[in-house]
């Protein structure tokens, strides 16, 4: 709903929209500009989703959307409303694939340009046609991208970095057209000398193919590894989906029928077996079990449930059949609401403009106003047309961003490859900028602050109870169960005590505990309520035992024999030995860690106080998690979240910049900016200081490119460029951003691998 100017409020609509023609985040920030523009609207475009999320009243149609975005120069498709929308994976594929096909064609019809016109001795007779030859495909081929790009921004008034590139290439490959179709530079026998002195010269016999052709390549290669990162943008969404059953046994007629869970309807019957996934939203009409809800709600310990009570499509039946009815399918289920509020939060995440595309925002048009006025200038003072379009030509050509091309591709090479090497995988240069930015880091605690894995952690006994026979009977009787509690008991006294003896007339009751004989002794393992069936009483001791170890947040499990309780055995979801550490590293780094959880809140405040952290957010939905990490934006924070599990992927995609451990689910992966792959929470801080240390160096490649394009511009207005000096400046440029990026090489982790 939305409010107008006389306070009435009006209803709202939104939709999202497919874009098309984009090529650097400058073209979003057009679009959004244009569409917030229309009244009522409110729209955010997301350059690497390629989608356009807009809120609009009613007073607005679909199609006044889609005319603004056209009349802009771009195409825009709405989606359909479905559990998550997505552009065909096999259309990126192939952009991808044209991509990098037009970045190697273009590579090596260069290498020999460029070799041939910095090296003056390899310069045979008719060495300036063979480069001709070689790079008009680059120009004209490689370049396309660009020049296309650059025609539409013309059409629209607007300028970009493709504008500066296209104007650059084309310029230096008319003039070396012209320099040897009618000046000196096609004579055979000509080279080009080596030479340091600034002369003005009226640059009949210069060419510049090697600038036309490297600048092609190197801007390829950047746009070859964005495009490889925008490729993954829907990853996130798809790895939600998989998760869920993808058939389901239903009950018809009395029977069972095996089905494609796309036929499940409303109201159906469906049987969930021990160990399958539940096929979607519904509740239960017979059965009792325990259902491992973690990818839901993060809490570590399976729910008990029976009839008349509402389970989750995607999460896993751990205990017995359970008989449910369907009450939510397709779009309406909470896993599709929790795709939705991942690609929700991925298009309503502001782009980070690339660096380059905002300096060249002022830069661009500076450099054509500059070309212009040199030409009027030259023409004006009587120098002839000649010695006037040189200098002109000569302004864009040294304008056109050689380095700039290598600026962020080899930092983000250099950078990816030495996170890789230390665990930690950064998917794309829009990730770095807010990792320079984050002051606050929300921690999930299953399985990214602890293991995630029950574990024995304590055993009481009563003073006539020896601990090794507590173990040895408890741990037999558990060990014939399936449920992920009983497990944990019965690995850790096999730890313990070696090989358990078996167990004879075993019976489980759901939700309460077993019963069992083990060498003669007959055990019960449970639920306080399940020991008193058997009449079996709680002695003193061991009940307060039992509250101090739920007290500390632990799950607890009574065990008797003989009459009375014996021994109470505590389980818990353990700390990462490194997680104190962790915590320690990400203060050091100025950052506030808050441990957010959908686990109860005794034990978040108990896990938060063995590593160091005082704020605790716990007992939050995913949903939930989300609206945290929103509110602290708005409060101005810049948020990181690291998570795990599929309960994080919303989160991790609302965060200004999310980690995932690799340890964790596809979805958290994909949904997050940063993997960390070692599944070790310091990892989080070294992913965190070497993507600033990556931005901090793309960001001096920017500057030393720039400065050498601003301090030659001078030089190329008063006709002084010598072709040789500008060459052999575009390579040393190249050169040190190149060098500069491989300091990334030297980076080392701040804290020192378990």
């Known amino acids: 709903m939305g409010t107008d100017s006389a306070g009435l409020v009006r209803a709202t609509r939104q939709i999202e929209l497919a874009i098309g023609g984009m090529t650097c985040a400058s073209c979003a920030a057009r679009i959004e500009k244009k569409l917030n523009r229309i009244d009522g609207v409110s729209a955010t475009v997301n350059y690497a989703t390629e989608k356009a999320w807009v809120t609009y009243p009613e007073s607005v149609s679909v199609d006044d959307l889609v005319t603004t975005v056209e009349a802009t120069g771009y195409t825009a498709t709405p989606l359909a409303a479905s559990p998550v929308s997505e552009a065909s994976e096999s259309d990126t594929d192939d952009e991808t694939a044209g991509l990098r096909r037009r970045l190697w064609i273009s590579a ?41 790009a650059a025609w539409a921004n013309l059409r629209h008034g607007a300028a970009t970095m493709d504008t500066l590139i296209s104007m650059g290439t084309l310029a230096a490959f008319a003039w070396s057209l012209w320099a040897l179709f009618f000046g000196t530079a096609g004579v055979p026998g000509t080279t080009h000398g080596f030479t340091l002195a ?130 939510r399918v397709g779009a309406d289920t909470q896993l599709a609401q929790m795709a939705r509020l991942v690609e929700q939060a991925q298009t309503g995440k502001a782009a980070v403009q690339r660096l380059a595309d905002r300096i060249s925002a002022v830069f661009v048009p500076i450099v054509i106003g500059l070309a212009v006025a040199t030409l009027g200038f030259w023409l004006g003072t009587g120098n002839g047309p000649a010695a006037a379009f040189t200098a002109a030509v000569a302004v864009l050509i040294i304008a056109c961003p050689c380095a700039l091309g290598l600026a962020t591709p080899t930092a983000l090479l250099v950078g990816t490859g030495r996170g890789a090497q230390l665990g930690i995988l950064i998917k794309g240069p829009e990730v770095l900028e807010s990792t320079r930015r984050i002051d606050t880091v929300l921690l999930d605690k299953t399985g990214t602050v602890t293991s995630g894995r029950m574990t024995l952690v304590d055993v009481a006994t009563t003073e006539d109870t020896d601990r090794g026979t507590a173990l040895r009977l408890v741990g037999a009787a558990e060990a014939a169960s399936e449920h992920p509690i009983a497990q944990a008991i019965a ?31 007959r055990v019960v393992v449970g639920r306080a309520t399940l020991l008193a069936q058997h009449g079996l009483s709680v ?25 009375s309780a014996r021994a109470v055995f505590a389980v818990a979801d353990v700390v990462k030995p490194t997680s104190a550490a962790a915590v320690a590293e990400l203060r050091r780094l100025g950052l506030t860690p808050i441990l957010l959880t959908g686990d109860n809140a005794t034990v978040a405040r108990g896990i938060a106080a063995e590593v160091g952290i005082d704020q605790v957010v716990a007992e939050v939905l995913p949903a939930g998690k989300v609206d945290v990490i929103k509110d602290l934006q708005r409060q101005g924070k810049v948020v990181a979240m690291v998570g795990d599990g599929v309960n994080d992927a919303a989160a991790l995609a609302q965060a ?39 931005l901090a160096i793309i960001k001096g490649n920017l500057f030393w490119a720039f400065a050498y394009n601003v301090a030659a511009l001078p030089v190329a207005a008063a006709g002084l460029l010598n072709p040789m000096i500008a060459g052999a400046a575009m390579a040393l440029s190249s050169i040190f951003v190149v060098t500069n990026s491989l300091r990334l090489r030297r980076f080392r982790p701040g804290t020192v691998p378990a």
């Open 539 to 563: 002695p003193v001791e061991l009940d307060q035992a039992r509250q101090a170890a739920e007290a500390a947040g632990r799950t607890v499990i009574l065990a008797g024999w003989n009459g």
């Open 656 to 694: 200004d910049l999310g980690l995932a451990m690799g340890t964790g689910t596809d979805a958290a992966i994909e949904a997050a900016d940063l993997t960390l792959v070692r599944g070790d929470l310091r990892a989080a801080a070294d992913a965190i200081r070497l993507s600033r240390r990556t």
């Open 491 to 521: 690995a850790g006294a096999r730890a313990e005590v070696g090989d358990l003896p078996p167990v004879t007339e075993f019976t489980s009751t759901q939700g309460l505990g077993v019963t069992g004989t083990v060498e003669g002794t």
């Open 108 to 148: 090596l019809l260069a290498a020999p340009v460029v070799v041939l016109a910095m090296v003056p001795a390899w310069q045979f007779t008719y060495w300036q046609w063979l480069s001709l030859a070689l790079a008009a495909p680059v120009v004209v081929y490689g370049g396309a991208p660009f020049h296309r």
């Open 198 to 327: 600034i002369a003005r010269q009226d640059g009949m016999d210069s060419i510049y193919l090697e600038v036309a052709s490297a600048v092609t390549v190197f801007i390829l290669a950047g746009r070859y590894v964005e495009a490889r990162a925008k490729r993954r943008a829907g990853a996130a969404l798809r790895a939600l989906l998989e998760l869920g059953a993808k058939d389901v046994s239903v009950l018809r007629d009395g029977r069972e029928q095996r089905i494609p869970i796309g036929q499940l309807a409303v109201g159906d019957l469906f049987v969930v077996r021990p160990g399958e996934k539940i096929a979607t939203d519904g509740t239960i009409q017979d059965g009792a079990s325990a259902v491992d809800v973690s990818m839901l709600t993060g809490e570590s310990v399976p729910v008990e449930v029976g009839v008349g009570d509402t389970v989750v499509g995607a999460t896993v039946n751990v205990g017995g059949r359970l008989i449910v009815r369907a009450e």
